[in-house]
């Protein structure tokens, strides 16, 4: 199978069981945004060296997959029975992995800079595009349904990784960097 169709050539782009779309539509950038979250984890990913960080990333990375899914499903799509669409226990299952990643983490008492360990530092990277994905998702749903727990999803998701890249920092034996305002 060749890779490569053409049928995008003009600016257009399929979505499942849809008509065809602009490349520009907010539905289409929303789950660029998060097909670029998800090779984000997959750079922080490759700096981990801790499996409980290692195992969930990979988790992440599949339910990226489905949320890709559930945005390019509209919500009357005929095929909508065809993809996982993100649901209430997807965000309270990230709820349940921040409870455990925070759970060993000292008292947070000021603003942390990214940095400390490489993987410490991506992790915020990929932080920094959810919360453009999670931008875009919610101008997307001022103008075409989608569905009730994307976004809060992707707002989980946002706070799951910056707690990642805080207990990263502790498995490695480094501190958080606090923020330091008015610095020369």
């Known amino acids: 199978m060749k890779i490569y169709t053409r049928k995008g050539d003009a600016g257009?782009?399929?979505?499942?069981?849809a008509p065809?779309?602009?490349k520009h539509d907010l539905r289409v950038e929303a789950y660029g945004?998060?097909?670029e979250t998800n090779a984000a984890l997959g750079l922080a990913a490759a700096a981990s060296t801790f499996d409980e960080i290692s195992t969930l990333l990979a988790q992440?990375?599949?339910r990226l997959f489905d949320l890709g899914a559930d945005l390019c499903t509209p919500l009357d799509s005929q095929h909508a029975d065809k993809i996982t669409r993100i649901s209430a226990a997807h965000v309270a299952e990230l709820e349940k992995h921040i409870d455990a990643a925070t759970q060993p983490l000292p008292e947070l008492k000021t603003f942390v800079l990214p940095g400390g360990t490489e993987l410490a530092a991506r992790l915020p990277l990929a932080r920094?595009?959810?919360r453009r994905a999670e931008r875009c998702l919610v101008a997307l749903a001022q103008t075409q349904p989608i569905g009730d727990h994307v976004i809060p999803f992707v707002n989980r998701l946002s706070d799951l990784l910056f707690t990642l890249a805080r207990r990263a920092n502790q498995l490695a034996g480094r501190d958080d960097i606090p923020w330091q305002p008015n610095q020369p």
């Open 33 to 35: 945004y998060v097909d």
């Open 20 to 22: 065809r779309v602009h």
């Open 60 to 62: 992440l990375q599949h």
């Open 128 to 130: 920094t595009v959810a």
């Open 12 to 17: 257009l782009t399929a979505l499942f069981g």
